[in-house]
């Protein structure tokens, strides 16, 4: 027998007796065993709690519960929610620097992040041209 179907059948035959075929699997299955007991133990808490009176309502109980509900609903992962964190700045850091690459590399030689100087366009002094030179030569 296959797993799903003694969880299955061990559900139907509560109370009854179980099949001979759901007995050897649980014998030979822990995981299946393990279930077995939780469920158990699950349906006798329940019969337990069904047994205690029920609470009177007090001044402010809906609140309460909304909130404790509330605080239920944002109690997150902290290693998950570290990660998106982390990933979104990772993005964030990303697209800044090539952004920032970006515009450094088309930026115009007269921007002031590329502020052109005189000895980029005419050479130094102490440069004096050869005759043999065929650019500045004569």
Not at 37 to 50: M, N, S
Not at 67 to 94: K, M, T, Y
Request: charged share 25%; proline share 9%; with cysteine.
């Amino acid at each position: 027998m296959r797993c799903p179907d003694v969880r299955e059948q061990v559900d139907f035959f509560e109370g009854l007796d179980t099949p001979v075929s759901v007995q050897e699997h649980l014998a030979i299955c822990p995981s299946c065993r393990a279930e077995v007991e939780d469920r158990k133990l699950l349906r006798t808490g329940f019969k337990a709690l069904a047994q205690e009176p029920l609470p009177e309502l007090s001044i402010g109980f809906v609140p309460r519960l909304i909130r404790q509900l509330d605080n239920a609903a944002l109690n997150i992962d902290p290693a998950r929610d570290f990660l998106e964190r982390a990933g979104r700045r990772v993005v964030f850091a990303s697209v800044v620097l090539a952004l920032t690459v970006l515009v450094a590399l088309t930026a115009p030689p007269s921007s002031p992040w590329r502020q052109s100087s005189v000895t980029e366009i005419y050479p130094a002094p102490h440069i004096q041209a050869v005759d043999s030179d065929l650019i500045f030569g004569q």
